[in-house]
């Protein structure tokens, strides 16, 4: 009965090998998901909207450096010299603790706000990724491939295996605009 057994098992391990072997060949096609996001119309668009966001922040950085710059420049021209009259001093204090107040709240609106920006941008490539699964999925049965690569993960490939612009095309009609502000997140628990 042993006997049996252990030819029963290096029987199954020998014709293993040989039904791996009858698998058919892989077919592949490749999809370069950088440009579905830039040249999709849901990709330009979202593009145009974050850009005008950001240049909108750029001016409100530079804005902030200026007027706090100059506002430095004038409280260190009018600190009060050693000796000077208590209440000079103090209304100096004061006018300085205002300055760092106001530019600390400055900073974190500024964080607060590229933080949006980040958040806004990844909610888009998410909204892109999720239209574009189904579509990749759809080619995938009409090519009978088994396997989508990223163009980015080949060195090479032949033409006919990109299936990138068929992508764009058929995401352009699904899902030609995304929203540009992200959900607001889930209040912590």
Do not use: C
Request: glycine share 4%; charged share 20%; proline share 6%.
């Amino acid at each position: 009965m042993k006997t049996k057994l252990i030819l029963a098992a290096a029987a199954a391990f020998v014709t293993a090998p040989a039904l791996a072997q009858t698998l058919p060949p892989p077919v592949v096609i490749v999809v370069d998901m950088d440009r579905v996001v830039n040249d999709s119309a849901a990709g330009k668009q979202a593009t145009a909207e974050l850009k005008t966001r950001n240049d909108a922040l750029q001016a409100r950085v530079n804005q902030l450096r200026t007027q706090f710059g100059t506002e430095e420049q004038t409280l260190g021209k009018s600190q009060p010299a050693q000796g000077a009259a208590p209440a000079a001093v103090t209304a100096w204090e004061t006018k300085a603790r205002d300055y760092q107040q106001r530019r600390q709240a400055a900073e974190a609106d500024v964080q607060k706000r590229i933080q949006d920006l980040q958040l806004s941008q990844r909610y888009v490539l998410k909204q892109i990724n999720d239209g574009t699964t189904p579509i990749v999925t759809a080619v995938m049965r009409e090519r009978g491939a088994t396997i989508v690569l990223p163009e980015n993960a080949t060195l090479q490939h032949a033409a006919s295996l990109d299936v990138t612009t068929d992508v764009i095309a058929r995401l352009d009609k699904a899902l030609p605009r995304v929203s540009t502000t992200a959900p607001a997140a889930a209040p912590a628990k």
